[in-house]
Structure formats: C-alpha cells, structure tokens
C-alpha cells in the first residue's frame, strides 16, 4: 500500500541523497550504493540493497520508498510497441510506451495527469488536466520501461511524449531529465532526450539557459494560427510566430536543431497549399519536420489523409529545402496515440459506475 506523504527515492538528486544519508549517521557515499541498485541493478526495495545495514535499510524502509509508482498492466503489438499502463500513489493512472526501431529503444513517458492544452486530435485533452506529475514518477516511467527489457536490450532514448506538456510541468521536468542523464542515474546521454512542446514561449526561453543538451520537439500542426488555434486551443493566447521566433532563439543559445512536429489530418492541414505556407513560415529556421499522419480518435471524426497526399505533402516541404521525416503510426492496435488506453480505461471505469449507481 502505497502512501502518498511518504517521498520516494526516484524524486531526489545525488546531493539530495547524501544530504538524507548523512542525517541518518550514515557516510555520503551511501547515497551512490543506493542509486547504483535502482538504476544500474533494477532493485526495487531496499531489502535488495544488500551492501547497506540491515538497520540501515530499516530506517529507510520505514521513511521512504523505492517506487511510488506500480506497473498495472503492459499490452504489446506485433511491432514491439509496448504500452504500460502505471498506478500512481494517489490511484490515478498514467501511461508510457515502449517504442523498438532495431537498437534504438525509446521511452515515450507522460509528465500530467491529463492536460489541459485540449489538442483536438488527442485522446487526453479530453479528460482535463488533474495535476502534475511528481519527479519520480516522471522518472519511474524509464526505469519500469528498463527493468521490462530483456538482457540484451538497452534503453537508448527518453522522449517526453506522453500525456501532459511538459513545460507546464517545468521544475519537475527537468530535474527528472538531469536524473536520467546523469551517470548515476539512467545515464541517457542529453542528445538522446526529446522534449515535446506545443509551444510555451517562456518554457523554451528557460530550457535554451539550463546548459543541457535535450532536443525540443515543437507540436505544429498547421502554418496560421487560424487552424492551428482550432487543432491546439491553447494557441489563441501563444500565436505561431511568436512561437517560429522562439524556435530561432532556442537554437541561436543552444545550436541544437528543433523538430516541428505535423500530423497530417485529412481535409485540415494536408493539401498542397498547406505544404508551400509551412514552407513559407519554417524558411531559415535550423529545423527538420516530422510528419505524422493521424491516429483515428473515435471521438474526434478525425482521419489521416491518403497515401498519394501524404507523399505530396513530403516531397513540397523538401522541394524547399527543408528536413522531412515521415513517421510510421506505431502501436496502432493499442491505441498508442497520447492518451488513448487511459481515456479507454476511464470509459471503462464511467460504465462500471454506471452500473454501480443502477
Ligand atoms: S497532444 Fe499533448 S499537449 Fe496536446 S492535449 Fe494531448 S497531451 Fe496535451
């Protein structure tokens, strides 16, 4: 049983650590044992510290947790997409998905319950935003993503993908991130880490001062901010070229490229005239483009445009010179789109205390 006033050790920095330690009589040194168990050996109790007192361990049993969070069910595709489905100490639920392309093994993790930036092609902007993730359970996402692995599988990318924005979660988001950079924490290198935005302009501002070397992945998915405020409502109060003018800025402080995320939904943002004003309006920023066709949302009415459009869109913006990427739809039988198996779940749990109240 968890308890929520009890901090989990997921939630703390090396210094933080030893500080704990050492309030405890115990040498700073410890802290590193301790962290070497939960991110390099996969422990997840203190009982399996083997290394440390069993007085030692008592006391931190009886004041903290290893994990704060509990695996609930993992559902796989085919194409190695795996989709845990994770129980946080207060019983809301969050999800994270394992993504496979050859070595490259990626964590896509969530850092809100919810979100409040109401995209219209995402499952999750329908049920609100509850709060904020915490730091561990931001960085318990990886670690169960790694312990899940098999021996000869290595966790290579963190992309902060999931549900929530991650820079209306900033503090906490980027102390997880120096987590797991750091090498006695999961030690992704920061060029393997992806944080995904839909363009909050004072968040990029302070992420391009904080000195680490994340990509930023900016949520585009249109050229004006007509449609793009109807596809991400949130938009209204943050307008595109301020958010092209941030972009341009991040890169000037950090010289690391942006991705300008696309997903492509038919009779929206897909036609050949969409392709040349994106062109128009990402024209000299340092940046590649991901193009992504829609997943399907039951709720939405929303499809993915043709095959035939889909190249079209791609082979314009590269007739401009810029960087395309087409991304395959992975995970598709498990409703891998952000938010989907939760908003499943929730359906679930609405009809079950529909049936409880008859
Ligand atoms: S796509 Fe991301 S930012 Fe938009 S509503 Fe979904 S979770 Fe929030």
């Not at 896509?108 to 904020?132: D, P």
């Not at 929530?164 to 988001?173: A, M, R, S």
């Not at 995904?196 to 998915?221: C, F, K, P, W, Y």
Request: aromatic letters at 6%.
């Amino acid at each position: 049983m968890y308890k929520m006033e009890i901090q989990s050790i997921t939630d703390m920095s090396l210094s933080e650590l030893e500080a704990l330690c050492v309030s405890i009589g115990e040498p700073a040194y410890r802290a590193k044992q301790i962290l070497s168990w939960i991110y390099e050996k996969g422990a997840t109790a203190f009982d399996e510290m083997s290394n440390l007192s069993k007085n030692f361990r008592k006391q931190l049993e009886e004041k903290y947790h290893v994990f704060q969070t509990k695996v609930d069910s993992i559902v796989q595709t085919p194409d190695g997409t795996e989709k845990f489905l994770t129980h946080l100490p207060d019983e809301n639920v969050i999800e994270c998905v394992l993504l496979r392309e050859g070595r490259k093994i990626t964590a896509c993790v969530s850092t809100q319950v919810g979100c409040a930036m109401a995209c219209q092609f995402c499952a999750s902007g329908l049920l609100g935003l509850e709060r904020n993730l915490t730091v561990g359970e931001i960085v318990e996402q990886a670690l169960h993503v790694k312990n899940h692995l098999q021996h000869d599988e290595r966790l290579t990318n963190i992309v902060f993908m999931g549900i929530g924005e991650p820079l209306k979660n900033y503090d906490n988001v980027v102390k997880a991130v120096r987590i797991l950079n750091a090498e006695w924490g999961l030690g992704i290198g920061a060029r393997h880490i992806t944080i995904s935005t839909v363009g909050i302009i004072d968040g990029m501002h302070r992420l391009a001062q904080e000195g680490i070397q994340v990509n930023l992945a900016i949520s585009l998915h249109a050229h004006n901010d007509l449609t793009r405020s109807k596809i991400i409502p949130s938009n209204k109060k943050i307008g595109i070229n301020n958010i092209v003018a941030a972009a341009r800025e991040y890169f000037k402080t950090t010289r690391r490229d942006i991705s300008f995320e696309y997903i492509l939904i038919d009779g929206v943002n897909a036609s050949k005239q969409d392709a040349e004003s994106l062109a128009r309006l990402l024209k000299g920023v340092q940046c590649n483009v991901n193009l992504l066709p829609v997943n399907p949302v039951e709720e939405f009415h929303l499809k993915p445009p043709s095959q035939e459009t889909i190249e079209m869109f791609c082979k314009t913006l590269e007739k401009h010179g810029l960087v395309v990427t087409l991304r395959k739809r992975k995970g598709d039988d498990i409703n891998a789109a952000c938010g989907q198996l939760r908003l499943q779940r929730h359906k679930f749990l609405w009809k079950k205390e529909e049936l409880f109240v008859k």
